[in-house]
């Protein structure tokens, strides 16, 4: 069974930065990793999304050129830097296991899902 737990939220300013982590167990049994979000009245949207080797990720528009999607596979850890965080960036985000990443930042067949992390951009 693959369970997957997210840390590194928080409260931050307009213009900071955070580093979600993701522990992912039985980590080479997906193909995929992700970071999803959903704010408040909104429904959830694929972020980041990395494959298995870590050679291709893939961005959702509103955050390419901020946010950076990596992964340690010594750690089981997928990662996600978030720069030059903006109001309309608050929300929980969540990890997530599948298969085969997509351009727009999600995994095709999401089948694990971590309990998500709370981000809170200030203005």
């Known amino acids: 069974h693959v369970q997957v737990a997210e840390s590194g939220g928080g409260s931050v300013q307009s213009g900071g930065s955070l580093t979600l982590s993701c522990k992912v167990s039985?980590?080479?049994?997906?193909?995929?990793k992700a970071w999803y979000r959903q704010a408040p009245g909104k429904e959830r949207e694929g972020v980041a999304s990395i494959d298995i080797g870590g050679r291709s990720t893939y961005y959702t528009d509103s955050v390419k050129g901020r946010f950076t999607i990596s992964q340690d596979n010594a750690k089981n850890t997928v990662y996600l830097q978030m720069n030059s965080l903006k109001p309309e960036d608050t929300a929980m985000y969540y990890c997530?296991?599948?298969?085969?990443?997509?351009?727009?930042?999600?995994?095709?067949?999401?089948?694990?899902w971590g309990q998500g992390t709370q981000v809170t951009v200030s203005s």
């Open positions: 997530a296991a599948g298969w085969t990443p997509r351009p727009g930042g999600d995994c095709h067949n999401t089948d694990y």
């Open positions: 039985v980590y080479w049994s997906t193909t995929c």
